[in-house]
């Protein structure tokens, strides 16, 4: 079933314009030009978001969003306004943050294109109303070839696309840059027979999709990956990837889009979902001796640094849901930071670097710590991890060289998994090898509390055979998992 939207807005022009764009894209649209009539349509109608421009008139604007609010708490409101924040306004302008303040789910400021305002409607619908809103089509749709920009578009594995339902969003094929063909439309079934035929008949190693619909995707995979990974059908190591694929993705999104309210929204589901496969998976340890993934890319990197930081921690007795959750989050965005530096340093290896860049390379941990920092959403363990996932236990760590227990300990336990996942993916070595590998390397471990380092090995252990008296030696305050 359709989504019912609302639009007020005094511009008729506007609004027939704006009818057609969203029916287009399958929503219900019942337009309105001035604020009574809206507050009968909403007497009469339930809608899934009303969309009010703030200076709409006979009911001004103002007046239709305290009626709704009184009425309809829930509602989402997004709110059209020409003023922006930055502008010298004077006081009772109607700016985005005094539309938020009474009440708007989002605010949008003219001028701006259509796509912009679907793109905030999506951010609001639940997995629920995404899947209602997609077409039924009894066929499929026409395939279509047609010129592309390549920047427009995002790849995903074709292996690593399970799907049997409709999809929510238009995927593509690549036939060389710039050409694209749509090959489903959104709402067609992408069944296991259709997926056979383009790996092994066409050869085709990608999907594409449209960077816009990248939302959708995550929102969506997040959701279907909660569900897979409470199912024991499932193999341990199906869940990993399908894991890692919505957690890479879910990156490409921040980094494109910076950390939107629903978009960190999407990085606690992925937290929840880490901290459950983590805590429900028997059998993780063996999965994770031989988990192979060489991809250097950074996405894929954060991906590895989450899940051996929270299953480093799962070995603690002081962890919980809410620590686990927390670092999990940190680590998809230890590196964020690196947003800011120079492009040409993003490609070295800092041992390679001449000390003015080192000294520019450093400075991502403070870049990062500023980038969350004032975001309400984020609580303050998940800023300080960021900060201090550089800081080394003998104290040779930067930003600040602090030493032993000044350290947080998920800090330092990020920066162990940070190190770790480095090996896997610069030596190419299996999780188990890359073990042994930093193992030798003494004076590297001086950077860990050996807490933390026991823990790690611990990660790779048969938990029925740890020895359940096994106490080990601790220089930090951090208590052993005592015998039960
Ligand atoms: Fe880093
Ligand atoms: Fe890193």
Redesign the pocket.
Known sequence: MALNLLIVDPDEEWLMAAKGFFENILYNVKIVNNGKNAQIALSNEKFFAVILNIHTKNHSGPQVLKFIKTRHANQKVICITDVDDSEEADEDALTPSVIKKMGATETIVKPFEFPDLKQLLEGHQSVGEMVSNIPRRKELGPEEEMDLEDSKFTKVKISEFYTSQPVLFDLFVQLRSGRYVKILHAGDKLDEERINKYKNEKKVEYFYFKREDLYKYVKFNNYFAKKVIGSDKVAGEKKMKLLQNVSEKFLEQSFQEGLKPQILDQGKEIAENVFNLVQEQDDLYKILRSYQDFDPNAFTHSYLVSIFSTSIIKQFEWQSKTTIGCTALACLF??I??MALPEELLHMNSDDMSEEQLEVYKT??EK?YELLDGNPMLNNSVKQIVLQ??EYFDGTGFPYGKKGSKILTLANIVCLA?DFAHIIQDEELKPIDALKELLTRRDQLTRYNSRVVENLIKVFADPAKIAKNYVLPSNSKVVNKKAS
């Open positions: 230890h590196d930071g690196k991502h941990v990062g996932h550089h940070d």
